[in-house]
């Protein structure tokens, strides 16, 4: 039992607000906000300020398939148990917002 709980328990959550920077999005994001939680159910959240083109070089990497309006580009994938992710870029204020989650 001891196993099991080790094994499916959700990791301490990491938060980051208004950070110059992190290492796992482009040198060029700023003004990172952020909560993660690793392990079981995991969740990962974030906003920044990045660049169009830079998004733009993020979605294709991340694989996002993007719908475009005029002012914003969007993103969602979500699974039958709720996790998933959904994306939201705002073209004037070049802020992204990232929602990702096991569950």
């Known amino acids: ?5 080790v094994g499916f328990r959700p990791g301490e959550p990491e938060i ?4 110059a920077s992190v290492d796992w999005l482009p040198a060029t994001a700023a ?6 939680r690793g392990g ?5 959240n974030y906003d920044c300020i990045i660049s ?9 990497k991340e694989e996002w398939s993007l719908q475009e309006g005029e002012t914003y580009y969007f993103y969602e994938n979500r699974h039958e ?6 994306v939201s ?5 070049q802020r992204l917002a990232v929602i990702s989650s096991y569950k």
């Open 89 to 93: 870029y705002d073209k004037e204020s």
């Open 1 to 5: 039992m001891v196993f099991l709980y």
């Open 81 to 86: 148990n709720g996790g998933g992710v959904t």
């Open 52 to 60: 169009e083109p830079e998004f733009l070089n993020l979605a294709q």
């Open 40 to 44: 079981f159910r995991w969740i990962k």
């Open 31 to 36: 003004d990172v906000n952020y909560y993660k």
């Open 16 to 19: 980051g607000s208004h950070l």
